[in-house]
């Protein structure tokens, strides 16, 4: 009879042990998630990048950044500013072309930009009006997208647009944004989705992610003011826990920070390193 309650008393602590852990492993891992890198668009330090380059990478890469995207416009040379970048331990991630160059433009840029070892090179505006987009708007852009992309291929990198928040404001059928990802080679062009222009589009950058899952590359991060307005990361009122724990499922491993004409550029990195470094997904 002792042996029997024993076994029973074992079973039930065994049951229990496991009802918990079902539920312990998801919290743990969802609760210790953190990005592994973070990075930054040299613009959001303009003034200070004009003023002394190497001595605001160098406070950049003390508040705990380790990617940069574009940024070697402020050096005497690409080579320089990425010798640097390597000593200090900066990463160029990505860096700018222009959507309207000529293919042997583009050829010069992918030249300069080979020299910086990036993956990635994007278009800010893929765009040949400033908007609302029209149906022949999108068609005009995705053929360019996708002979842009060709040419990068070709010159071993990789094509992102940058969306804006005119992509989610719907045309003559759907949207600028779908039409742009469905009518885009996923081979030779992908996606910097903007978390900020998204959300100010009328879109929902969680969404968007699980939707294009696979088609985007690198986020921008910068968050939203109560009033609308853009704002550091950590500041505002975008949450950004799902959005980060969606991105780590897919695999995305760039999230650089940026913040349209920061007054203090400096004082916004530093504040975003630190909400970046320890916020938890």
């Not at 002979?147 to 759907?174: C, D, I, P, T």
């Not at 980060?244 to 530093?270: S, T, W």
Request: hydrophobic share 40%.
């Amino acid at each position: 009879m002792g042996s029997r309650r024993n076994f029973i008393k074992k079973g039930m602590v065994m049951a229990t042990g496991l009802l918990f852990a079902d539920h312990a492993i998801p919290m743990n891992f969802v609760s210790n998630s953190k990005l592994r890198k973070i990075g930054f668009i040299a613009g959001i330090v303009d003034k200070e990048m004009k003023a002394d380059w190497k001595g605001t990478l160098k406070k950049a890469v003390a508040f705990g950044f380790s990617e940069i995207e574009g940024g070697d416009e402020y050096a005497p040379s690409s080579k320089e500013f990425v010798d640097y970048c390597n000593e200090i331990g900066l990463k160029p991630v990505a860096s700018g072309i222009d959507f309207t160059a000529t293919a042997d433009q583009l050829q010069a840029e992918f030249d300069r930009i080979n020299v910086l070892g990036v993956k990635y090179v994007v278009i800010y505006w893929p765009w040949l009006t400033g908007g609302p987009f029209t149906l022949e708007d999108c068609k005009k852009s995705a053929r360019v997208l996708n002979e842009v992309g060709a040419q990068a291929k070709a010159n071993g990198l990789s094509l992102l647009w940058h969306n804006h928040n005119l992509e989610f404001h719907a045309m003559e059928k759907g949207l600028p944004f779908d039409y742009l990802m469905k009518n885009t080679d996923p081979q030779l062009v992908q996606c910097e989705m903007d978390i900020y222009w998204v959300k100010k589009g009328g879109g929902d950058p969680l969404q968007v992610l699980r939707k294009y899952a696979g088609r985007i590359s690198v986020l921008h991060v910068k968050d939203m003011a109560p009033d609308g307005d853009f704002i550091c990361p950590g500041r505002g009122i975008i949450d950004f826990v799902p959005i980060f724990r969606e991105a780590e499922k897919q695999g995305i491993k760039h999230y650089m920070v940026e913040r349209d004409n920061e007054p203090e550029g400096i004082g916004c990195l530093e504040s975003s390193a630190e909400f970046l470094k320890n916020i938890s997904f």
